[in-house]
């Protein structure tokens, strides 16, 4: 709690502030018992009218102060609690995008998606509550013993009777709290996760006729959240019970023991009416107070889930940037590889194994390969998405972990093999490359990658909204304003992962014509031979190893399994 508690600092006078309101507040309700007293013993019993109507001026007064402060102390308060939780998700969500993709793989994005909302939430309404009420309780409970031993010190003893069993009670009942609301949170992730994947496979879902299926899967986790829920909720709600009957047998003891002092002539009655009305206050209070403690169980157990992305250490992203040394500049030598092998984190089969090769500048690369053989691995080494197990990758003559990260990224033009697209407008997601680019190079980035015939075909052109609930365009649609994307950034590097898989032979070859025009080099994975065969060379990776590297018609020449690829396209080729 204490790392998510630090977020609170730069709010601290707004929280003191509102502390302060509320013990006004406190203060005012709690002399009031004083006063109704002092009214019964000297106006009432005395029939004293004119002491009935000044204390009860006085306790009108107090009550409209009592009020005014806790109008200010909710301003304060909630200004303070969600400040806090704005901060508090600001420094998640930049935390989880300095994670190296390594660290990024280990949550689920579900889990990190509750923890940025659910969890800020839980915690966030603890703070306002605490602010508002929640020291109240624990400072109403002891001031108002403190009035009561004022009042009558034998009857307020008699009002303590239960007190060290409820302390041992509320603690147990607080640490089990908080490990069954951690269990809830984690139930909240796996639903989050559940729902997040069936909204995003509704096509699949439609189409498999899968809607009983996936409702039964959402049905389970939706279960399993309920049953663990209220498992929490009732062994929080034990703590009402338990309380009420221990304050009910204190209060009762100090009824008899006050009837029999007053019967003696002991004790007045007013003292009595006091000391009741402050126990009735403490009964409130803990029932306020168990409100409380349930929350803050929860609380607890969310602040240990953002704590832990809070102090994760940054890793790659960070580190490089320390590192980052200035970069010779050798021109030819555009990316190698050096005996690189490559394990992914949490496996032990290496998934490249001693891969060594170069591309000049200005070169264009193919990377062939089965299903599975590392391209795309291979392809995501070079932006130091991950880092190789063994050997070195260099980019322009120098080791890419000397390189600022920044730096190395920003000549790089990056193309997945999955097209995504933002919410927002064409223009917004080709500009998503460089920000500060101008239309007419948006223009030309969608020119050269042909798309820009069939935006301006659109009604809303380059307007158009895409996206999440936007217009829905096409695999190679989406696949040329991905190659867009990249293309405006004018990389010296431009990687794409078989993101011309969607085009057809037409529009790939006009693409293939039109990128001959930059002087990028260019890493392309591919499966068509007749994209490998407009390469200047080929590397061929058969089971995470470089098989053969060469021209295509070198490669016909040297290569079986290339000559058995070729032959296999063919006959396709053949048969349709
Ligand atoms: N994040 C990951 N964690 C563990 N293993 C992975 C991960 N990503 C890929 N792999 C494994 O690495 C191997 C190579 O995957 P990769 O995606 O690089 O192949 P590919 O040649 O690009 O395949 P495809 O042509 O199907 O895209 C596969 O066996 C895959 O299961």
Redesign the pocket.
Known sequence: MKVVLGYLKPYKWYAIFALVLMLAELAAELVQPLIIAKIIDDGIVLKDFHVISLWGCILLGIAFIAFTCGIINTYYSSHAAQSFAFDLRNALFSKIQSFS?ATY?KYPTSSLITRLTNDVQQVQSILFMSLRIMLRAPLSVVLSLMMAFFVNAKMAMMLMIGTPILALFLYVIVKKGSQLFSEVQRRMDKLNRALQESLQAIYLVKAFMRNAYEMEKFHRVAEDLKVDTMKALRTMELMMPVMTFVLNVSLLSAIWYGAREISMNQAQVGELVAVVNYALRITGYFGMFAFILNGFSRAKASSERMAEILIMEEGLERDCERNGKSVSQDENDMVRFNGVSFT????D?P?LQNITFEVKKGEKLAIM????????????LIPRFYDPTEGAIEVRGKNIKDWPLKELRSIIGYVP?KSLLFTGSIEDNVKWGRREAAFDEVVAATKMAQIHDTISAFPEGYGTMVGQKGVNLSGGQKQRLSIARALIRKPQILIL??STSALDVKTEAALWEALKGTEATMLV?T?KIHTAKGADRIVL?DE?EMAAIGTHEELMKTSRLYQQIVGSQEEQVGDE
């Open positions: 993709m793989l992914y984190p949490n496996t089969k998934v390969g089965a299903t599975g053989s590392g391209k795309s691995t291979l392809l995501s093999q992962d078989d994975v499966q990776l995470g």
